[in-house]
């Protein structure tokens, strides 16, 4: 077996592949392009995408060029798989940005100086928008049975719960096939990966590039991922985990590395690092909270950069040491005109944006889970006074975990 696939393995990358061997022997004899696709339907990606980020840097790392293909054009329409619903249709002009943006935290993960791995950056709008419709279903449309498309699992579960999938959604495994023609024919590529929910469209792919044009194509997928408490990857009680700084500081992305499941820390270091397999294989039995730090560290370095990741460690130390504010602490400003109004304790957690429902601040409060200063806070009803800022600020803590620096502007 090639290095690239032994390390992809190594590091629980693997589910599933199409002529594994023969992969194996082309990628042990030359270098590939291989290319991961992304839908442009949220200004940033989440976590929930590191997993095909990680893959995107281990071809480089082997030598071989990815290709990252930003779905301008298939965003316009919508992939069926895993979802139970139909998407909202973006307008031309979220999706510009959404497309915009995600090339921007993309180029923060992958290598963009040696021009032999260097990423290529493909949007499949530039060819499926001018596609003449009665000339792709006679080139392209010919080799698909409807047959095998009801079999596919983004299809028949849809049907199977009797739920509503649009034409224009049945239309979109077409367009991913195409997708892996068009950058077969115009970059020489030969490989796609993807999560294994996406192995029909996949497949679609390497046999539409073997009819159209009796070439080999290959196909690898991945685990989905969950977390030990049975939580999607990604998605977290209080929202989704940003790539995009705008969206989640540093801080709270260390954060969400830092408090991962003891059960999940060995796996994820394997994951989302580039440490040596063999040096995560002796941390084994090393202090779990060292490595869970080790973890934050290794994946905010890679993100946000090392000043970033050594702050967020700072910032928890303070947060949690009680004898400091934290002046490392993510911070938001408030003015004081809304002291003056009588803001009230609910109405600032809701501003620090640590957690957005009325009902359930005012469970944390009963739970005696929110503090000011350090100092629990038992009525709901507390204004806000100029008392309370220190040094120009607040300490405000929601729970053990969640802290934030409040200032007066």
């Known amino acids: 077996m090639d290095k690239f696939l032994k390390e992809f393995k190594d590091r629980g990358y693997f589910y599933q592949c199409t002529n594994e061997n023969e992969l194996s022997k082309l990628i042990n004899k030359e270098k590939i392009k291989g290319y991961i696709g992304f839908d442009c339907t949220a200004e940033s990606l989440h976590v929930g995408s590191l997993l095909q980020i990680m893959c995107l840097r281990l071809l480089q790392k082997y030598g071989h060029r990815p290709i990252v293909l930003l779905g301008g054009g298939t965003t316009r329409i919508g992939d069926p798989s895993g979802k139970d619903k139909t998407r909202r249709i973006l307008t031309e002009k979220e999706i510009d940005k959404n497309t915009k943006?995600?090339?921007?935290?993309?180029?923060?993960?992958?290598?963009?100086?040696?021009?032999?791995?260097?990423?290529?950056?493909?949007?499949?709008?530039?060819?499926?928008?001018?596609?003449?419709?009665?000339?792709?279903?006679?080139?392209?449309?010919?080799?698909f049975t409807i047959n095998k498309m009801l079999t596919f699992e983004s299809v028949k579960t849809r049907l199977d719960r009797e739920q509503s999938l649009s034409y224009m959604e049945f239309n979109y495994m077409i367009l991913q096939a195409y997708d892996f023609l068009e950058l077969n024919k115009k970059e020489n590529c030969s490989l796609q990966i993807g999560g294994s929910d996406q192995w029909g469209n996949i497949v679609n792919g390497t046999e539409l590039i073997k009819r159209y044009s009796s070439k080999q194509a290959y196909g690898l997928t991945t685990p989905l991922i969950t977390l030990s408490s049975g939580a999607k990857m990604g998605k977290t009680e209080s929202g989704a985990i940003w790539l995009d700084e705008k969206l989640l500081s540093s801080y709270?992305?260390?954060?969400?590395?830092?408090?991962?499941?003891?059960?999940?820390?060995?796996?994820?270091?394997?994951?989302?690092?580039?440490?040596?397999?063999?040096?995560?294989?002796?941390?084994?039995?090393?202090?779990?909270?060292?490595?869970?730090?080790?973890?934050?560290?290794?994946?905010?370095?890679?993100?946000?950069?090392?000043?970033?990741?050594?702050?967020?460690?700072?910032?928890?130390?303070?947060?949690?040491?009680?004898?400091?504010?934290?002046?490392?602490?993510?911070?938001?400003?408030?003015?004081?005109?809304?002291?003056?109004?009588?803001?009230?304790?609910?109405?600032?957690?809701?501003?620090?944006?640590?957690?957005?429902?009325?009902?359930?601040?005012?469970?944390?409060?009963?739970?005696?889970?929110?503090?000011?200063?350090?100092?629990?806070?038992?009525q709901e009803n507390l204004i806000i006074s100029y008392e309370l800022f220190r040094q120009n600020y607040i300490k405000l803590s929601v729970g053990k975990k969640r802290h934030l620096k409040i200032e007066l502007s």
Do not use: C
């Not at 995600?102 to 499949?124: A, C, G, Q």
């Open 101 to 143: 943006n995600i090339e921007k935290i993309l180029k923060k993960f992958l290598n963009n100086n040696d021009p032999k791995t260097k990423p290529i950056f493909v949007n499949n709008y530039s060819w499926l928008k001018n596609l003449n419709y009665i000339s792709f279903l006679r080139e392209i449309g010919k080799h």
């Open 252 to 378: 709270d992305y260390w954060q969400f590395w830092r408090n991962i499941d003891d059960r999940d820390v060995i796996k994820f270091l394997k994951m989302f690092t580039d440490l040596d397999i063999e040096e995560i294989d002796k941390m084994k039995d090393e202090d779990i909270n060292k490595l869970k730090i080790k973890l934050a560290n290794e994946t905010t370095t890679m993100l946000h950069g090392l000043k970033a990741a050594k702050s967020s460690e700072q910032a928890a130390k303070e947060a949690f040491s009680g004898t400091s504010l934290g002046s490392n602490l993510p911070s938001i400003k408030i003015k004081k005109t809304d002291i003056e109004n009588k803001m009230s304790i609910i109405d600032l957690v809701i501003l620090s944006k640590l957690e957005n429902s009325k009902s359930e601040i005012r469970r944390l409060i009963k739970g005696n889970a929110i503090k000011l200063n350090d100092e629990i806070i038992s």
